[in-house]
């Protein structure tokens, strides 16, 4: 029966993506944002490549809020290389920087993609780069020059060439004409392009978890009727069952090594903090209270760990070292705060608090102990920061549905990601890859 | 023939459990406490209603309690307070005549499914609705229905049973439900 299970989730994963994108809207972007424009490519070769890499990037650098892109029809020339611009037209349109670039065809489904990146005001090329791909890696070709210009003006790495796991739900007529439910974990670019179903079932899936290398995803599936952690091979759809102890088994969260799986498990009477042992198959318990302990997160250096505890009462944040100790609270502003997980730097933790009776997205500062409410909401939940820890991502409610949004760790800039039908829920940010 | 013998399966049935209920009073003294605080309000006559028109019913009803509507089994879905996980005073004597009937029949199995409303993280809330069904749980076990009988699920707030997001459809889908 179980081998069914496995059989039909890979048949459903293989079938092809008819799920729309996700569309994103900037609801709110920088004031001041670097006046930018990027040329449409030039083109050599026989076939004319599927993507328009120029629109890519015009729509990645727009879509951080940090660039004002310059539209097309406002162009005076469309220089394709850097000896063929007159940096005046571009001074005339209060233009600051400048993407130039073009794609060409080598051998029969290759292509080399050149851009270079321009300060109008000096005159002067600031990077470029000459970067082989293929028809089906364009797209993430012009994501990571996107990312290259992003770092190059920003002064942290871009975090355009990533993806995005998360879990949607629609209401689906069974086989009996009844309604019920049918639970989708999706991975998309960053963008919302390419959304792949990877896992797909009529019971609960819960809190997807990217491996630091960013091959593989931990999640919770209520498939058997109760609550497994299983670990899936993103490219290959490959996967295994992990924990499945008496009670809940929630909650899963990589080391950054990726050699241990922090989780919650309640196999001892109620939750608390447990590090499985991948290689190993060893478990061991972290926390030991009668009130629930839950959503482990370690931190980037891997000494520590923060879990939500409501052990005072309500549910606050704790630290506790990852190889066992005695546990420290580390919230004490608003009676709600869950959820934490670490900036990549270590500094920041982002978390659900509680406000004036919603529910929203913050930032605890771990040094000054200051925390920040970010987002809108009465709903938010599930904040996971980008990897460059610029943007945190967060699941919000818009009318009746789950929709995704994000904003900025200082609170400037705010987007909107929506699906067209369903809810969507549980957003995920991949690591770099590597 | 058939009928007789279920007749008379309940009739003995209704016998143990109306000794049961008598007898309660002399287990200990939480029973004790809880009767008393029940004597100042409804309580009292929610209870002793209760239980006597359970028995009284049984003449009539031929079927398993379990079938029987109007019995206090019929009730299978208890709500809680929010952020809470402690049984409500109203929900005491449904869950008491559940842990009765279980007790009474070691065969039969029950599945308390623990939900919270979508408030709050979905982890913690997953933690919060076994809470809420463990504390179902003990209830049961304190009145002798055995570890065996009884599967707890917390599902926290990802099957709501009402898909608004107001007071009500809240107030609705922080619950344990028991299924048989």
């Known amino acids: ?434 | 023939m058939y009928k007789t013998v279920i007749t008379w399966v309940f009739i003995t049935l209704s016998v143990i459990l109306f000794a049961g209920c008598t007898s309660t009073p002399d287990k200990g003294p939480a029973d004790v406490t809880e009767r008393s605080t029940g004597a100042v309000g409804e309580g009292t006559d929610m209870q002793s209603g209760a239980m006597t028109s359970a028995a009284s019913q049984g003449a009539e009803w031929y079927g398993d309690p379990l079938e029987d509507p109007n019995s206090l089994l019929a009730t299978r879905v208890i709500y809680f307070e929010f952020d809470q996980s402690s049984i409500g005073m109203e929900y005491r004597d449904i869950v008491r005549a559940h842990a009765e009937y279980l007790a009474t029949h070691p065969q039969v199995l029950v599945r308390l499914e623990g939900h919270a409303d979508e408030r709050g993280t979905r982890e913690y809330n997953l933690g919060l609705g076994e809470s809420r069904a463990n504390a179902v749980r003990s209830i049961m076990m304190a009145e002798g229905v055995s570890d065996e009988q009884i599967v707890v699920v917390s599902y926290g707030e990802e099957r709501a049973a009402s898909f608004e997001h107001n007071e009500e459809a809240w107030a609705l889908n922080r619950r344990v439900e028991l299924i048989y």
């Open chain 1, 1 to 434: 029966m179980q081998q069914q299970i496995f059989f039909f989730l890979i048949f459903l994963a293989l079938l092809p993506p008819v799920q729309a994108d996700l569309t994103i809207e900037i609801t709110e972007g920088v004031e001041g944002a670097f006046p930018i424009a990027v040329v449409p490519f030039g083109w050599q070769g026989k076939t004319q490549p599927s993507e328009d890499v120029a629109a890519i990037i015009n729509a990645d650098l727009h879509r951080s809020g940090r660039f004002k892109t310059l539209p097309q029809v406002d162009m005076l020339s469309r220089p394709t290389s850097g000896d063929q611009v007159e940096f005046k037209d571009w001074r005339a349109l209060d233009t600051e920087y400048l993407v130039v670039g073009q794609v060409q065809q080598s051998g029969v489904k290759g292509y080399t993609v050149r851009f270079q990146l321009f300060d109008v005001y000096r005159g002067e090329q600031l990077t470029g780069y000459s970067i082989p791909t293929t028809e089906s890696n364009l797209r993430s070709t012009a994501h990571r020059i996107a990312d290259l210009i992003y770092e190059k003006l920003m002064g942290v790495p871009g975090a355009f060439a990533t993806r995005v796991a998360y879990i949607t739900s629609v209401q689906v007529t069974g086989v009996q004409g009844q309604p019920k439910s049918r639970i989708d974990l999706r991975v998309a670019d960053a963008d919302g392009h390419n959304p792949q179903t990877i896992v797909s079932s009529s019971e609960p899936l819960m809190s997807p978890a990217w491996s630091p290398d960013g091959r593989k995803i931990a999640y919770v599936s209520f498939e058997e009727g109760r609550s497994a952690i299983y670990i899936q091979e993103v490219f290959t759809g490959q996967r295994q069952k992990v924990t499945a102890y008496k009670g809940i088994n929630g909650a899963p969260a990589w080391s950054p090594d990726g050699r241990k799986l922090a989780m919650a498990l309640s196999k001892g009477g109620n939750l608390d903090i447990y590090v499985f042992d991948l290689a190993r198959k060893t478990l061991k318990q972290l926390t030991r209270h009668y009130a629930i302990d839950t959503e482990p997160a370690w931190s980037p250096d891997g000494r520590k760990i923060a879990f939500t505890s409501d052990r005072g009462g309500k549910p606050q944040i704790y630290e506790v070292p990852s190889y066992g100790g005695t546990a420290k609270r580390l919230t004490f502003q608003n009676a709600y705060n869950a959820r934490a997980s670490y900036s990549t730097d270590g500094k920041l933790l982002a978390l659900v608090t509680r406000e004036d009776g919603n529910y929203r997205i913050g930032t605890l500062d771990l040094e000054s102990g200051l925390l920040q409410v970010l987002s809108r909401g009465n709903l938010d939940e599930s904040p996971s920061f980008a990897p460059n820890g610029s943007m945190i991502i967060y699941a919000s409610k818009a009318g009746h549905r789950g929709v995704l949004a994000a904003v900025s760790v200082d609170g400037r800039v705010r987007q909107r990601l929506a699906l067209q039908e369903g809810d969507v829920r549980e957003p995920v940010w991949s690591p770099f890859e590597k």
